[in-house]
């Protein structure tokens, strides 16, 4: 079991993995050894996580979530095979760490008097700026 929070742990069965070959630095090793990590974790199919956590995931997952509901996370910033995985393992559980976190409400404000002066002023200088550019500009105009 890999422990995510003190509520949330995922069995290592439930992450299924794929070592292929990596590129980058390395000369002949990288050609001959499958260091690339890809991990694959069903969201859907995760006994593990809740609705709520299940739906945050994956708005945060974004492009590593695939059409069936599948995140996948690719390490290759290694060039042994183990540190990858535990690389993508890590990565996994900061994803859920996130995803299980309620989101902080926002707490509408309504702007103070200082600042809408303030914006208005800016508004007025810009609208004279604006009337001063074109054309030629009577003095009536500007006021």
């Keep these: 079991m890999i422990k995510v929070t003190e509520n949330i742990s995922i069995s290592e069965t ?28 069903d969201i859907d199919g995760s006994p ?7 739906n945050r995931l994956r708005k945060i997952g974004g492009s590593r979530i695939t059409g069936e509901g599948l995140l996948v996370i690719h390490a290759r910033r290694y060039r042994s095979q183990t540190m990858n995985r535990n690389d993508a393992v ?16 926002r707490k509408s404000t309504k702007p103070t008097p200082a600042s809408r002066k303030k914006r208005l002023q800016e508004k007025r200088e810009r609208s004279l700026l604006k009337k001063k550019r074109g054309f030629k500009a009577s003095e009536n105009d500007l006021d």
């Design 14 to 41: 439930e992450l299924e993995f794929e070592f292929t070959r990596s590129g980058g630095p390395g000369g002949q090793k990288v050609n001959k050894t499958s260091s690339a990590v890809v991990l694959r974790f």
């Design 48 to 54: 593990s996580l809740s609705e709520t956590v299940k």
């Design 90 to 105: 890590q990565r996994l559980i900061k994803l859920l760490v996130t995803a299980a976190q309620k989101p902080a409400k």
